[in-house]
């Protein structure tokens, strides 16, 4: 049987959107310091001013600001020096004309100024004065109430990924739980005779299993969950049972290896066997990931991946976490109406992924009429950063440890010349 359906990087990801356009989703309540890296499931609104007070940004003086205006190293303004703002403590003093009170770097500014000199254009002088070497502006060196959020204000939208410092702003309006998406549960079930688990010692013609953790990582780092990851015989029988068992309680189903068309490559025999199944693409025009399966077991999404490690990490990157990502709740960018749009190619990617910007250290070439992925090592010359291509023998684990990223080149390139400047997406 030879490899059809075979489709481009471009028709599998729209195909992928629009059979897998809804999806319901669980929620659940977390505490704020269990919630880093969840995706939110309602909008996050602020209800208080931040700051609550209007305090001041800098150590200095509060005053009004006309009676500095005019103030120069040469001929200095004096102020009448009356108090000064405890920290922590509300301004227990106003300031009237011709007055100042000193206040701490996010001291509350007391009623009556409108302007905080920085201490450093100040000199103490004696009988409880200050000379003022520059003028202030109004609302100068002032944070004024709500000017960091507005009571009201949306500041986090359902389907953010909830980061370090989104922590900081939820905490700083006094949320401390979240309801956000529960992880989406993803099955990897390895296949093959010559796979063994990783604590056993392979015989010749045998090889430590490598794929259910590089793709337990990957699913990890995407922001789901590995329901569980077990090896599988090649045996028809066995794998339709280990299928079975995760279509039961898992939301993405990933085989690897098997997705050939060698006599004991099961993978789309046992997808058609299940009913309501739909072979999505049997090859993918990409390289390296060529022998992929992309299928649906009801509203279930299967991937039958390459077993080559390599093969498989690049096509989870370029298939598996985008649609990973969208079935997960996460929106990558808001339109200018509001809607969200996950799929505009270019956009979502720079959007979903790191990249940096390098040069080409070599000539690289790609396949004619396919996607390529060329893995790169980034390295610094000459001030510049530089991507040198990873090559090496097909089937070599330490390609994937020795690159720092990979770059990808479209159908219609012919290739990447050297010098010329790229984007690097990292791993």
């Known amino acids: 049987m030879d490899l059809f359906n075979v489709m481009t990087l471009r028709e599998i990801s729209a195909k992928l959107n629009e059979i897998f356009t809804e999806t319901t989703l669980r929620e659940e309540s977390l505490p704020l310091e269990k919630a880093l890296g969840r995706i939110l499931a309602e909008d996050q609104t602020a209800a208080e001013d931040v700051p609550h007070f209007t305090r001041s940004v800098v150590d200095g003086y509060a005053v009004r ?11 200095p303004g004096f102020l009448n020096l009356v108090g000064a703002v405890e920290m922590g403590k509300p301004a227990l003093q106003s300031v009237k004309s011709g007055e100042a009170i000193y206040v701490p770097t996010g001291g509350a500014l007391p009623d009556g100024a409108d302007a905080v000199v920085m201490i450093e254009y100040t000199e103490l002088f004696g009988a409880g004065q200050i000379a003022i070497h520059r003028p202030s502006a109004p609302l100068e060196n002032v944070m004024s109430k709500g000017d960091d959020l507005a009571s009201g204000e949306i500041v986090l939208r359902r389907g953010s990924r909830l980061r370090p410092q989104d922590l900081g702003v939820l905490s700083a309006l006094g949320i401390d739980r979240v309801q956000v998406f529960a992880p989406f549960q993803v099955s990897v079930l390895s296949t093959g005779d010559e796979i063994v688990p990783v604590r056993e010692k392979p015989t010749p013609g045998q090889i430590r ?7 337990s990582g990957l699913i990890e780092g995407a922001g789901g969950c590995v329901k569980r990851a077990v090896l599988v015989k090649d045996d028809f029988n066995a794998l339709k049972l280990a299928v079975a068992e995760a279509l039961a309680d898992s939301d993405l189903v990933l085989l690897s290896g098997g997705s050939s068309v060698g006599e004991k490559d099961y993978t789309q025999k046992v997808i058609q066997s299940f009913e309501d ?16 399966v992309v299928a649906r077991v009801g509203g279930v999404p299967v991937f039958g991946l390459p077993g080559q490690p390599a093969s498989a990490m690049m096509i989870f990157k370029a298939v598996v976490e985008p649609l990973l990502q969208k079935l997960t709740g ?10 969200e749009n996950l799929h505009n ?6 959007l979903r992924t790191r990249t940096v910007t390098a040069v080409a250290s070599s000539n690289i070439h790609a396949a004619p009429g396919r996607t390529t992925f060329q893995m ?14 990873v090559h090496g023998k097909s089937g070599m684990i330490s390609l994937m440890s020795r690159a720092d990223g990979y770059i990808q080149i479209e159908p219609e390139q012919e290739g990447i010349l050297q010098g010329e400047v790229v984007q690097v997406i990292l791993f």
């Open 277 to 292: 199944s739909e072979i999505l693409a049997h090859g993918l025009a990409i390289k390296p990931g060529k022998p992929t």
């Open 376 to 389: 790169v090592s980034l390295e610094r010359r000459s001030g510049s950063l530089a991507a040198i291509p």
């Open 330 to 339: 996460e929106a990558l960018f808001i339109l200018a109406d509001g809607s």
């Open 65 to 75: 600001a006309k009676d500095t205006f005019g103030a120069s190293e040469s001929i």
């Open 209 to 215: 299993d490598i794929n259910s953790y590089t793709i």
């Open 345 to 350: 190619d270019k956009l979502a990617s720079l």
